[in-house]
């Protein structure tokens, strides 16, 4: 802490010091030290002046601890951080002073309140600071990135309910893609990015959210640990078998450029849809595929910095079917029987294993795998019950007859 000898000054005050000690010295003219300092000859003399009757405090500026002449009177001053701690105990500096005004007929600005919070050391609730993102340049090539996501709306307003347009956005050059769907969920996702990949290709890596159906949920087994393995969804098992990358995003403003793409759209195809009374879904995929998206693309999509396509071509022989699709395992049980979906099916070929692989189609049809071979079955329509032990057996309830010396003792009772 300063002393009473030690004199604080500002770098602007302190810079004149050894100007003006060089001019009592009669090292320099009074002139000189005008020019030097950017003053006039007569500030020069007064600053001399003060200084040789007073000393370095004169170089400060007089206001200099003084209190403000617009500062409140300390009564009012106390008064007021009493309120704040008694009366509006947890309120904000800014809630403070509205109700101050309101209520206690006290007009007093929140900065003011604020400034007194903090010299008196008072804590209030702070609002949260806006994160700090930091933008990324777009990826250079045509399929280097795709970014995935699915928007809620009113697309079709009140003509029919709310539908999910599943969208996809290249990184590089803003070209759209798109389907509607009625939910958004692992079939919607598997069936758009296989309509995507037979138009454009396979894209080395997709940016998405972490909606359950993009990233798995389940917490992974010990072996799964011990072996280093991740669960994942099955729209994650699609894409890895089809060698693309997956990068989820933490936040909404990370995948910004698919956000803001349905901005756009949830205000243009609106109003295109509306303008050809469009009430389907049906009819809205046609629309956007045929109509829409082209003159969409034609007029917003910007050329990428290197003009290579890093999509690549669907391999030959390659069986889509067997990958969009819902792979689970199955118990098999000792009457060559399996369960799923609450369904049995019977399996009709012999095979030695503990587990086959169910895997379900787009359209719901039911495929059976051991080791890559199709397995025949067929479905069991009911399960014959095993019988029940007798002691399970409930007896019926004895009722006893309008003759029974029972009901005859409580009609003579009664009468």
């Given amino acids: 802490m ?10 602007k005050e302190f810079s004149r010091v050894t100007v003006i000690d060089s001019v009592i010295s009669r090292k320099i003219t009074q002139i000189e030290a005008a020019d030097i300092l950017n003053l006039s000859a007569r500030q020069i003399r007064r600053i001399v002046k003060e200084v040789r009757a007073k000393g370095g405090i004169a170089m400060m500026h007089k206001s200099r601890g ?8 300390k009564d009012q001053r106390d008064k007021i951080l009493s309120l ?11 809630f403070i002073a509205e109700k101050l005004f309101e209520i206690d007929k006290i007009c007093i600005h929140p900065d003011t309140i604020r400034k007194w919070f903090l010299k008196d050391g008072i804590g209030y609730k702070k609002r949260k600071s806006k994160k700090h993102y930091t933008w990324r340049p777009r990826k250079e090539c045509f399929g280097q990135m795709v ?5 809620h709306h009113r697309w079709l307003e009140d003509r029919a309910q709310k539908c999910v347009l599943m969208g996809y956005i290249d990184d590089a050059t803003g070209r759209v893609f798109g389907s509607f769907y009625e939910y958004e969920g692992v079939m919607p996702a598997m069936d758009s990015f296989r309509r995507y990949i037979k138009k454009y290709g ?8 972490k909606h359950p159906t993009y990233k798995s949920l389940k917490k992974p087994s010990l072996e799964d640990e011990l072996s280093n393995i991740k669960a994942l969804s099955q729209f994650e098992r699609a894409l890895k078998e089809l060698g693309v990358d997956i990068i989820h995003a933490n936040s909404p403003q990370a995948k910004g450029r698919i956000e803001r793409s349905f901005n756009t759209h949830q205000d243009r ?5 509306n303008l050809k009374k469009i009430c389907t879904i049906k009819e809205a995929n046609k629309f956007l595929n045929s109509y829409y998206l082209p003159k969409h693309n034609r007029k917003f999509t910007v050329r990428a910095v290197n003009n290579s396509n890093l999509h690549r071509l669907i391999p030959a022989g390659l069986n889509l079917d067997r990958i969009f699709c819902i792979k689970k395992r199955a118990a098999l049980r000792n009457d060559f029987t399996i369960q799923y979906n609450n369904k049995f099916y019977q399996i009709l070929d012999t095979i030695r294993a503990k587990e086959i692989t169910v895997e379900e189609s787009l359209t719901g049809k039911i495929a059976l795998y051991h080791k890559d071979t199709k397995i025949k079955y067929k479905l069991i329509d009911k399960r014959p019950q095993k019988p029940k032990p ?7 309830r004895f009722v006893p007859p309008k003759d029974h010396p029972y009901r005859l003792f409580k009609l003579r009772k009664a009468s």
């Fill in 84 to 94: 704040c701690q008694s009366k509006y105990q947890g309120y904000g500096p800014t």
């Fill in 269 to 273: 195809l609106v109003k295109e849809m």
């Fill in 2 to 11: 300063a002393g009473k000898d030690i004199i604080i000054m500002r770098p």
């Fill in 390 to 396: 007798p002691y399970m057996i409930r007896k019926p």
């Fill in 202 to 209: 396979i894209p080395q890596s997709v940016y998405l959210d």
């Fill in 66 to 73: 003084c209190l403000s002449n617009r500062a409140k009177p």
């Fill in 147 to 151: 970014q995935l996501d699915g928007s």
